[in-house]
Nanobody, 127 residues
């Protein structure tokens, strides 16, 4: 069982930056591909970014590419999402998720491929 706890959310003005952290329990974090997703009111949860278990591959949805950076520190069991040039349309609850297939060769964008989820953290970007 893996527990994920996000932090770093809050209110920021458009153009500002935030860094989200997701701390994971357990000794197998370094074997999991990790993802960040978000859900705005009335919308489905959507893919934001994902990173491979070793950190060598990162993927982004088009709307955040060039503004957001996903990274991980396996020694600290933590995955990060650096968000720059934030826009009001980035407002959502952000979730981190773990794909528990150890050393997975494919990094997924689909929510159904992630078994463990954090509780979410609210990001509000004011215009």
């Amino acid at each position: 069982q893996v527990q994920l706890v996000e932090s770093g959310g809050g209110l920021v003005q458009a153009g500002g930056s935030l860094r989200l952290s997701c701390a994971a329990s357990g000794r197998t974090f370094s074997t999991y591909n990790m993802g960040w997703f978000r859900q705005a009111p009335g919308n489905q949860r959507e893919f934001v970014a994902a990173i491979s278990w070793g950190g060598g591959r990162a993927y982004y949805t088009d709307s955040v590419r060039g503004r957001f950076t996903i990274s991980r520190d396996n020694a600290k069991n933590t995955v990060y999402l650096q968000m720059n040039s934030l826009k009001p349309e980035d407002t959502a609850v952000y979730y981190c998720a773990a794909d528990s297939s150890a050393y997975g060769s494919r990094v997924y964008r689909e929510t159904s491929e992630y078994e463990y989820w954090g509780q979410g953290t609210q990001i509000t970007v004011s215009s």
